[in-house]
């Protein structure tokens, strides 16, 4: 079944410095890569997602690049604030169908 | 609309007890999934139900643990004989499905539960 790995399970970045959180799949029929945003305590958002026809994706300071051949999909945040600070996942599916989850990335912005 | 809401909030039991645990989906959402979130790792996959079916079961650890969708809206996720590694936080996920439709999962607050 699919694997998905996270890298790294820690960053801390200065306010104003751009983070980057990278994950690797092993299924190349996935389809559907979402990155969710975990608050302490609270449900998982998700804060921006692509889909394997496109390579690149951006929202605002957020994008995210997909690269199907090496089966790798990154999340890029700039200008980093301090509400940035949570945990990131990101994840892997089949059609939209179950989710299989990275480990996760504790980010942290240091102002 | 309300979002994805999930009964109880919190659930201490004692091991070995039966434990309910109830999601209510976005009004109109046919696809709702299960997921188990243990401390600092990402939520793993434990059922899925298009409509009232479950289409895949494969994440569900033993026999001890059953889900039920019979109106294709709300959904329980039942564990029996409750052991202390069944601890975590239990969440749940709805989304639309079909040709154009986003596959966005919309996740409820969880519930954490405690087996004592």
């Known amino acids: 079944g699919e694997n998905v790995e996270q890298h790294p399970s820690t960053l801390s970045v200065q306010e104003g410095d751009s983070a980057v959180i990278k994950c690797t799949y092993s299924d190349s029929a996935s389809n559907y890569f979402p990155w969710y945003k975990q608050e302490l305590g609270k449900r998982p958002q998700l804060i921006i997602d692509?889909?394997?026809?496109?390579g690149e994706k951006k929202d605002q300071r957020i994008a995210v690049t997909l690269n199907k051949t090496a089966k790798h999909f990154s999340l890029h945040i700039t200008e980093t604030q301090p509400e940035d600070s949570a945990v990131y996942f990101c994840?892997?599916?089949?059609?939209?169908?179950?989710?299989?989850f990275g480990q996760g990335t504790r980010l942290t912005i240091n102002p | 609309g309300a979002g994805v809401s999930q009964t109880p909030s919190n659930k201490v039991t004692e091991k070995g007890k039966y434990v309910e645990l109830r999601c209510d989906p976005i009004s109109g959402h046919t696809a709702l999934y299960w997921y188990r979130q243990s401390l600092g790792q990402g939520p793993e996959f434990l059922i899925y139900f298009q409509g009232t079916g479950a289409a895949d079961d494969s994440g569900l650890p033993n026999d001890r643990f059953f889900a039920v969708r019979p109106e294709g809206s709300v959904s329980t996720l039942k564990i029996q004989r409750t052991e202390r590694g069944d601890s975590a936080v239990y969440l749940c996920a709805s989304s639309l499905t079909g040709r154009g439709r986003s596959n966005e999962q919309f996740f409820g607050p969880g519930t954490r539960l405690t087996v004592l």
């Open positions: 994840a892997a599916s089949i059609k939209g169908q179950k989710l299989v």
């Open positions: 692509i889909r394997s026809n496109v």
